[in-house]
C-alpha cells in the first residue's frame, strides 16, 4: 500500500474534526470576538502582550510539539504495528487531546490567564490545586530527563547510510549550538532595532539551514576533543544540556524563549511540508506490518501501553501545562482559541502521522538494529522523503535530526521555567537567589536520573530516556487526566449542560484509567516478577516514583468527586468566576 494513502486519509480526517468538531467546541465555549482577553486587559509587553494568531501559533505548536509526536509513534509502531498507533492517533487527537488543549487555553483566558492549576483552585480546592502543583513538578521532571538523554543521543556517533556517505552526531551538535545562537541575535536585534518580526524571519529562517550545512563540515565531536568514549560523551552532552535548561530558564523570554519559538515554529512547518512532499511525490509504500499483536516481543500489551507510549501526538498533559502558562497570556481574541487550542493539536497529530510513516516504509527486518533509535528512524525517513527534491542524503537526516532536536528545546527551557514557577509557588522562594535555587532543584532533579546507568538483563546499557520514556508517558496522560477532571469540574459549574459529561467526562474516563493502568503495572514489576514473586525493595526509583504519581493522582480525583457530588458549585459566569467555591 502506497504511505500515500494513509497520510491523505489521515489529513482528510483531522481538516473535517477541525472544521466540524472543532466549530461545536467554540459554540459550546461560546467563544466570543469582542470579549476583553487578559493579553489586552493586563498588557504589560512582558508576560502579557496580544500577538497576530499566526505568530502565537507558530509559537505555541513549537512549544508544545517536543519528541512525544515522534518518539511515541515510533515506538508505538514498532511494537504493535503501525496501524493501532494510527488510529490512537487520530481518535485521540480529535476526541481527547483537542478537547484538552482547547477547553484548558479558555479555562485559563476565562480566569484572567491563570493556570489549570489556578483553575482547580477556584473550582475544586487548596488541596487540589497542591497535590496538582506537586504533580505537575514531577511530571516536568520525567519530560526534562527523557528529552534531555535522547537529544544528547544525537549528539555521538557516526551513521553510515546506504549510498556510502556518512553524517555524525557531533555535526548535528555543531547545527544545533548554531541554531540556539541565532534567535538570540535575533532576539537582540529586535529589542534594539527597529527591524520588524517580518524581516527578522526572512533573514534568520534561511541561516537555519546555513548551520545544517556547517554542521557536518564542522563536528563538535566531543568524544575525540576530550579522548572519552561514545557513552562518556552521551552524558557529557546530558550535564552540557541541563545547564542550558539552568541557564536558559531565567535569561529574559525576549533574548531567547521568544525568537527561537518563533523561528522553531516556521523551521518544524518546513520540516513537515518536507515530510507531506517525499510523501506526495516520493512513491514510498508501506512495508511494516499494520498489526503485530495484542502483546508485543517484550511482553508488553497493547492496553494499556499504546496509550501511554504515543502521548504528545494524541493527548498530553503537558500541552495544558503551555496553553495556560504561556499561550493564554498572548491570545489576542478569544475566538483564535479554536486554531490555537484545536488547531495545533490536530497538526501536531500530523507529524505524528509523518513520523509514523517513517517506521511503516520499513520491513521488520530493516528496523531490527533501529529499535532503540527514535531519533535516527526519524531522520532516515525525512533525509528520504527530502531526497525526492534532490537534496543529499547526509544533509537531509541532518535536517530531520535538527528537526527533532529543535522540537525539544522548546520544551527543555519551557519545561525547567515552568518548575521554577511551581517551586516558588509551593515554597515561597522569591527574589534572585530564590529563583536560581528553585531552577537549580528542577534542573538537579533530571541530572541525579540521566547519570545513572542501567542495564539490561544481558548486561548491555540501556540510555536514560528508554528506561524512564515509560514512566514520562504514564505521567504525561495523567496529567492530562487531571487536567481534563479540572476542566470538567469548571465546564460543569459553568455551564451546567450534559454536553459536558459527553465532550470531557468520557476522556476523562478513558486517560484516567490507562494511564493509572500502566503506572500500575511500572510499580508492580519493580515490586513482583512476572510470575508474582516478590523481588523485595527495588532500588530502580521507576516503581517508587509511580507509586507516588498514582497517590498524588487519587487525591486530586478523590477531591474532584467531593466538589461535584457534596459541595456547592461556586457562582460563575461564563466570562469567569464571581464568587469562590465553598471551602476552596
Not at 46 to 53: K, T
Not at 557 to 575: G, K
Request: charge should be neutral; glycine fraction near 10%.
Amino acid at each position: 500500500m502506497a504511505l500515500l494513502i494513509p497520510v491523505l486519509f489521515s489529513a482528510v480526517c483531522l481538516a473535517a474534526a477541525y472544521r466540524v468538531y472543532g466549530s461545536v467546541l467554540a459554540r459550546l465555549l461560546r467563544l466570543d470576538a469582542e470579549a476583553v482577553t487578559p493579553a489586552v486587559e493586563l498588557r504589560d509587553d512582558v508576560d502579557y502582550a496580544p500577538i497576530e494568531p499566526k505568530f502565537l501559533m507558530s509559537q505555541h505548536f513549537s512549544a508544545i510539539a517536543a519528541a512525544g509526536p515522534i518518539v511515541g509513534p515510533i515506538l508505538a509502531g514498532i511494537l504493535f504495528g503501525w496501524l493501532p498507533a494510527l488510529i490512537w492517533i487520530l481518535v485521540g487527537s480529535i476526541f481527547i487531546g483537542g478537547i484538552h488543549d482547547f477547553a484548558s487555553l479558555v479555562a485559563s483566558i476565562r480566569h484572567r490567564a491563570k493556570s489549570i492549576a489556578e483553575v482547580v483552585r477556584v473550582h475544586m480546592s487548596q488541596r487540589s490545586y497542591i497535590v496538582f502543583l506537586l504533580f505537575i513538578w514531577i511530571a516536568l521532571v520525567y519530560i526534562i530527563v527523557a528529552f534531555t538523554d535522547i537529544v544528547a543521543g544525537s549528539f555521538v556517533g557516526t551513521q553510515t547510510l546506504e549510498d556510502g556517505s556518512t553524517f555524525t552526531g557531533a555535526g548535528v551538535a555543531t547545527s544545533s549550538l548554531l541554531y540556539l545562537l541565532l534567535p538570540i541575535l535575533m532576539g537582540l536585534l529586535l529589542r534594539y532595532t527597529k527591524i520588524s518580526l517580518g524581516l527578522a524571519t526572512v533573514i534568520f529562517l534561511p541561516l537555519i539551514g546555513v548551520a545544517i550545512w556547517i554542521g557536518q563540515s564542522i563536528p563538535l565531536d566531543l568524544a575525540a576533543i576530550f579522548g572519552m568514549s561514545e557513552a562518556g560523551a552521551h552524558k557529557t552532552w546530558d550535564i552540557a544540556l541541563l545547564v542550558y535548561c539552568l541557564v536558559a530558564s531565567v535569561v529574559p523570554m525576549w533574548l531567547l524563549l521568544q525568537p527561537r519559538g518563533h523561528l522553531g515554529g516556521y523551521f518544524l512547518y518546513i520540516a513537515l511540508a518536507g515530510g507531506a512532499l517525499g510523501l506526495v511525490f516520493g512513491g514510498k509504500t508501506a512495508q511494516y506490518p499494520a498489526f503485530i499483536g495484542w502483546t508485543a516481543s517484550n511482553g508488553d500489551p497493547l492496553f494499556p501501553i499504546l496509550f501511554i507510549t504515543i502521548a504528545c501526538g494524541a493527548c498530553s498533559g503537558f500541552h495544558s501545562i503551555i496553553a495556560s502558562g504561556t499561550t493564554s497570556k498572548q491570545l489576542r481574541r478569544e475566538t483564535d482559541a479554536k486554531a490555537i487550542g484545536y488547531g495545533a493539536m490536530l497538526l501536531e497529530a500530523m507529524v505524528a502521522v509523518v513520523s509514523l510513516c517513517c517506521v511503516m516504509m520499513l520491513s521488520r527486518e530493516s528496523i531490527a538494529g533501529l529499535e532503540g533509535k527514535p531519533n535516527f528512524i526519524y531522520a532516515q525517513g525525512i533525509g528520504s522523503f527530502l531526497a525526492v527534491i534532490g537534496i543529499p542524503a547526509s544533509l537531509g537526516i541532518s535536517f530531520g535530526l535538527l528537526a527533532f532536536t529543535t522540537f525539544v528545546y522548546d520544551t527543555l527551557d519551557v519545561c525547567t521555567r515552568l518548575g521554577r514557577y511551581i517551586l516558588e509557588e509551593l515554597t515561597g522562594l522569591k527574589g534572585r537567589s530564590g529563583r536560581w535555587i528553585a531552577t537549580g532543584l528542577t534542573a538537579g532533579a533530571p541530572f541525579l536520573f540521566v547519570m545513572q546507568t542501567t542495564t539490561d538483563a544481558t548486561g548491555k546499557a540501556v540510555p536514560a530516556w528508554r528506561v524512564f520514556w515509560g514512566l514520562f508517558g504514564a505521567s504525561n496522560q495523567l496529567l492530562a487526566a487531571l487536567t481534563l477532571v479540572g476542566v470538567t469540574v469548571w465546564l460543569s459549574h459553568t455551564y451546567r449542560a450534559r454536553w459536558v459529561w459527553f465532550v470531557s467526562g468520557i476522556p476523562t474516563v478513558f486517560m484516567y484509567i490507562m494511564s493509572t493502568w500502566a503506572l500500575v503495572r511500572f510499580a508492580r514489576a519493580g515490586f513482583f516478577t512476572p510470575e508474582g514473586a516478590y523481588r523485595g525493595l527495588p532500588s530502580d526509583p521507576v516503581p517508587w516514583a509511580a507509586l507516588v504519581l498514582i497517590a498524588l493522582g487519587l487525591l486530586v480525583l478523590i477531591e474532584a468527586l467531593r466538589v461535584v457530588f457534596r459541595d456547592p458549585p461556586p457562582q460563575v459566569s461564563v466570562t469567569g468566576v464571581l464568587a469562590p467555591a465553598a471551602g476552596a
